[in-house]
């Protein structure tokens, strides 16, 4: 990942930001945004697939599935996060027992 430090802001919008490279996640991601900060606010702990499904969607439509958007959440998240570097996005985002931490 690289010997620079990261820079991360939450107030006044999302970013994290390594050397000159920044990655911004845009305004209208706002799931994006709290998935990040959560996990971030939370980085002590893995936190379980459950809680963050229903901290993301407190009612789920019928027909849908929590879990697959999760997936698809964490995959933007991870994918974004790699613009800071090859495999930035693997690196900050562990997946561990059952949840998700920030590394």
Excluded at 44 to 54: A, D, F, K, M, W
Excluded at 59 to 69: D, R
């Amino acid at each position: 990942m690289g010997s620079d430090s990261l820079q991360i802001q939450m107030l006044g919008g999302f970013s994290v930001r390594r050397g000159g490279v920044k990655f911004a996640v845009p305004s209208r991601s706002k799931k994006l945004c709290l998935l990040l900060a959560f996990l971030i606010a939370e980085q002590n702990r893995p936190v379980p697939l459950e809680e963050l499904t229903s901290l993301l969607w407190e009612e789920v439509p019928p027909g849908a599935n929590a879990s697959n958007s999760l997936k698809a959440l964490l995959h933007r998240a991870r994918t974004g996060l790699d613009q800071l570097g090859e495999g930035t996005g693997r690196t900050l985002l562990l997946s561990r027992e059952g949840g998700c931490q920030w590394n």
